[in-house]
């Protein structure tokens, strides 16, 4: 995915004009490129917008919430069960503020596949990778989608887009297909923090803290940095030097081993619940080998070792919280170790397949869940491929709103955000209207 020259700018900024004409003409531009993205399940051209603060700005949603009119396939390649309760409200709370509604993104089966592969539909086309949500929002917009271990913030890496994870529970999970009930979340991916701010807005829950302010200090947990591949340790150090122009404390800290021993009980919690919740597709011959093994080896945890496993979730996150943030108000460290990988190491079904670059995909995601602390992933440039890199800022529980204003001061300061890939360029007229 090469990078053009051309810039995206803030939906903010356009001319009111220039905003309705982009809205009225999304589900169009979608489908142009669908042939070469493979991005959507559905689109839906035709709905009736309604006048609201949010001007028209664009969205999609993952497939997998269920609506009173729609009914999610949850990656699968036929409507059945996905062990969803309720219907959500949120898209309905967009459309009624004024959102235009694109359609719905494909995701991997059951969204448990942090590469985005999916066996019937398959990949993204013409992007390295590109996960649920996450594959149409190189196009203007916002994208609804959610984060079990890591499925907002690495999209937001291998896209060069922006993503927001949420404390826990402060956005609904109501209507969404569930994974691991006790990790899933519910957030966002846009091209900018500015662009998703209205709608953060928007859907938190009424009792979420909406304290003001930004971070004022923050550690960079350094031995994450080392450990990453150097155009990825590059980026992210050049990530680090903005936030601190931006007015925030950095300093650094050594803390991998402490991720790794949260990290331990996500797959634990992830496994045994993505197992439980779902044991009904084990037999099931529509979905692939691959999957319904993983859920198999779910099974295999028992409800004791799964229930020691949430039980210590209070007490690591009480220790994590003293030894690792400290006096800090957020830590800092990439969202993936590697390079963006190639499609074909991250489908099992290629004999270029690494099992070792898909693990690495969420090695540093997955632990922000187990705590239910907030994350957000800013791009911070590109490797020597020209792919994007991004930076993982995780704040404390409830200070969503204040992480949001420091991505946003850095991107303030920089335009690693702002490019426009060269696999759609070349179908652009006009780069305002994208």
Partial sequence: MALSVARFPDWLTLDPALRRKISSTAAERAGRLEPRLNAFVALEEGLVSVEGHLGGLPYAAKDMFRTASHRPT????????????GDTDLLARLDGAGARRVGFTGLPELAYEPSGYNHARGRVRRIVLGLGSGRCERQRGVALGSDTAGSLRIPAHCCGVTAWKPTYGVVASTGAMP??????????????????RATVNLILADDASSAGGTIAHARVIIDCVAAAEQPVRQACLEGVDCIEASGT???TRAALADIEAVDAQALVILQAEAARIHRARIQDPDIPAVLRKRLAKGLAIDDAALATSLAMRETLSHDFT????GGADAIILPVMAIRVPRALETDPAADEFSPSALYAL?????????????????????????????LQIVGRPRTDQKLLALGQAVQDRSNWHARVPNAVIDAVTDVMEL
Avoid: H, K, Y
């Fill in 74 to 85: 949850g990656g699968l390649s036929t409507l059945g069960d996905v062990a969803i309760e």
């Fill in 179 to 196: 994974l691991a009930p006790s990790l899933d979340t519910i957030g966002l991916l846009a091209r900018s923090v500015r662009d998703m």
């Fill in 249 to 251: 404390r950095v300093e």
């Fill in 322 to 325: 003293a030894r690792v943030f």
């Fill in 362 to 390: 969420s090695r540093f995601t997955r632990f922000v869940n187990v705590l239910g602390c907030p994350a957000i992933a800013v791009p911070v440039g590109f490797d020597d491929r020209g792919l994007p890199v991004a």
